[in-house]
């Protein structure tokens, strides 16, 4: 049982170029998120998804898309790459609706974009 | 609106000695409480949760967390420190906004010092 895994781990881009960060989770929960980490701003939520299929903007989604085309992978696109997107960002699980459920993280991807 | 505030952006401890890093909360509703871990280079891992009940919570590693509601607290505490302690804490408080949202706190660096 994996859990949460990213991937890349590391990746560095020039600004304007594009690329896609993979989430996947074998816990078979319904929610995803992804989170970018800010030294001394903890996490913020980017993009969320409660299923299959759909998605939803949380508190900071500028810049971002994402899609769930499958239930185990959530993915997040940057589709032009600005220097205040370098960041870890995390992506996370938890199994359903209610506001008590856990959240389980992945590892992160640091993205530093130049 | 909710907020977290994790009030200290450092706890310096010797180890061996007890450790508290501090937690408060502001939310409307009943608060749903979150302690997280993150050691370098590594995902958040989830160390406990408030939900009701008892106000100690007994979570990971021998770590705990007293919920005051008056104080609208949630403090982290650990009898005993050890050096593998060092690492980045989190403060959450998880409610209901169209989907199991957590809103993070800044963090808190603990350094525990043989």
């Known amino acids: 049982n994996a859990g949460v895994t990213q991937t890349p781990k590391f990746r560095v881009l020039k600004t304007g170029q594009s690329m896609t960060l993979l989430c996947a989770q074998d816990?078979?929960?319904?929610?995803m998120y992804w989170y970018r980490q800010d030294p001394g701003m903890g996490l913020r939520l980017i993009h969320y998804s409660v299923g299959e299929g759909t998605t939803a903007k949380g508190e900071v989604p500028d810049g971002y898309n994402v899609s769930r085309l499958k239930k185990q992978n959530f993915l997040l696109g940057l589709e032009s790459a600005a220097p205040s997107q370098t960041s870890v960002y995390f992506c996370?699980?938890?199994?359903?609706?209610?506001?008590?459920?856990?959240?389980?993280f992945g590892p992160g991807t640091r993205l530093t974009v130049l | 609106a909710q907020s977290v505030a994790q009030p200290e952006d450092q706890v310096n401890v010797a180890e061996g000695n007890p450790l508290t890093v501090k937690c408060t909360y502001s939310v409307s509703g009943n608060p749903y409480l979150f302690w997280y871990v993150q050691y370098p280079n590594r995902g958040l891992q989830f160390l406990l949760k408030?939900?009701?009940?008892?106000?100690l919570v007994k979570g990971s590693y021998g770590f705990e967390a007293e919920f005051n509601k008056s104080q609208t607290s949630f403090h982290l505490k650990k009898p005993s420190a050890l050096v593998s302690d060092s690492a980045l804490y989190f403060c959450?408080?998880?409610?209901?906004?169209?989907?199991?949202?957590?809103?993070f706190g800044a963090g808190t660096r603990l350094a525990v010092h043989p």
């Open positions: 816990m078979n929960h319904e929610y």
């Open positions: 408030y939900i009701t009940g008892d106000n």
């Open positions: 996370a699980s938890s199994s359903g609706t209610l506001v008590a459920d856990t959240q389980y």
């Open positions: 959450a408080v998880g409610f209901s906004g169209g989907y199991n949202k957590l809103i």
